[in-house]
């Protein structure tokens, strides 16, 4: 369930951002509501995650996925270029979510 916690944890971190974007900011009422409650709701399902993963593979994980979807949304949703260093950080967050998961014993 802790893994559970997580994915709803970068989800709704990514909403939040997403919102963040949106709601010019702060001057428009429904994308800053859906702010308060994405980073509300990302902080306290990584709480719980927090009972069993260790903070800093969970923060890890969380930062990491959370950068490479919000860079993906921004991209599909807002139109936003990523030029080949960006794409390139973004294979290696990758590269590092997956050595975490694949090989550490810290999970």
Not at 7 to 19: D, F, H, K, L
Not at 38 to 63: D, E, K, M
Request: aromatic share 12%; net charge neutral; proline share 2%.
């Amino acid at each position: 369930m802790n893994w559970v916690y997580l994915i709803v944890a970068v989800v709704s971190e990514v909403i939040g951002t997403s919102a963040l974007k949106a709601s010019e900011g702060f001057s428009r009422l429904w994308p800053s509501l859906i702010v308060v409650a994405g980073y509300s709701s990302a902080f306290y399902f990584l709480s719980l995650t927090l009972r069993v993963i260790p903070v800093g593979i969970a923060y890890a994980l969380w930062s990491g996925i959370g950068i490479v979807l919000i860079s993906l949304a921004g991209w599909a949703v807002f139109g936003q270029k990523l030029d080949a260093a960006a794409i390139g950080g973004i294979v290696l967050i990758i590269a590092g979510v997956l050595v975490i998961n694949l090989f550490s014993n810290s999970v």
